[in-house]
T-cell receptor, first 113, second 113 residues
Framework: DAGVIQSPRHEVTEMGQEVTLRCKPI?????LFWYRQTMMRGLELLIY????????DSGMPEDRFSAKMPNASFSTLKIQPSEPRDSAVYFC???????????FGSGTRLTVV | GENVEQHPSTLSVQEGDSAVIKCTYS??????FPWYKQELGKRPQLIID?????GEKKDQRIAVTLNKTAKHFSLHITETQPEDSAVYFC????????????FGAGTILRVKS
């Protein structure tokens, strides 16, 4: 298996633009997580899905953020409109269960200028 | 709310010495405690995990100990090598707050050769 695949690896965008991050989890993993990593706040859970259904989105910063999982092999995290404070590394991870090890993707480094 | 305290924030050891990182948590219902290693610019990777029904787990030079009564767990790395230099994150599966894996702030480990 190629692991968790995220795209793009880097994204530079202007404030106000829409940004879409993509993730392909490991086949057979029922859980998918979106985390954000910054120096100030560390690794924060934004949202997670179980069998394509959003379970907990309490970590989503505000209405500008939305996430979807239309099928078991694809998820997106969208920011619209983007702001400079959204600059961070966004990781997608997948797992066989909520209490199993998570496999992280390589992350998307987002810079909003 | 969810709280995972990790100490120390930085740790510098001489090659061959041992390193110990400690985490404390607040949710007594928590039952899953993984540790992740993140090298510079890379993704977090699971190195070891422990469940609440055991007190200690070992994997070669790495061990984790859990004290459920005191609500703390520790990562022990013996015979440290330069390639152990990285950021280490503990995590706690918080059952009380919606089955979320909450990460500590991280420990920067430097192994001097």
């Amino acid at each position: 298996d190629a692991g968790v695949i995220q795209s793009p690896r880097h994204e530079v965008t202007e404030m106000g633009q829409e940004v879409t991050l993509r993730c392909k989890p490991i086949s057979g993993h029922d859980y998918l997580f979106w985390y954000r990593q910054t120096m100030m706040r560390g690794l924060e859970l934004l949202i997670y899905f179980n069998n394509n259904v959003p379970i907990d989105d309490s970590g989503m910063p505000e209405d500008r953020f939305s996430a979807k999982m239309p099928n078991a092999s694809f998820s997106t995290l969208k920011i619209q409109p983007s702001e400079p404070r959204d600059s961070a590394v966004y990781f997608c991870a997948s797992s066989q269960g909520i209490d199993y090890g998570y496999t992280f993707g390589s992350g998307t480094r987002l810079t909003v200028v | 709310g969810e709280n995972v305290e990790q100490h120390p924030s930085t740790l510098s050891v001489q090659e061959g010495d041992s390193a110990v990182i400690k985490c404390t948590y607040s949710d007594s219902a928590s039952n899953y405690f993984p540790w992740y290693k993140q090298e510079l610019g890379k993704r977090p990777q699971l190195i070891i995990d422990i469940r609440s029904n055991v007190g200690e787990k070992k994997d070669q030079r790495i061990a984790v100990t859990l004290n459920k009564t005191a609500k703390h767990f520790s990562l022990h790395i013996t015979e440290t090598q330069p390639e152990d230099s990285a950021v280490y994150f503990c995590a706690v599966l918080h059952m009380e707050y919606g089955n979320k894996l909450v990460f500590g702030a991280g420990t920067i480990l430097r192994v001097k050769s």
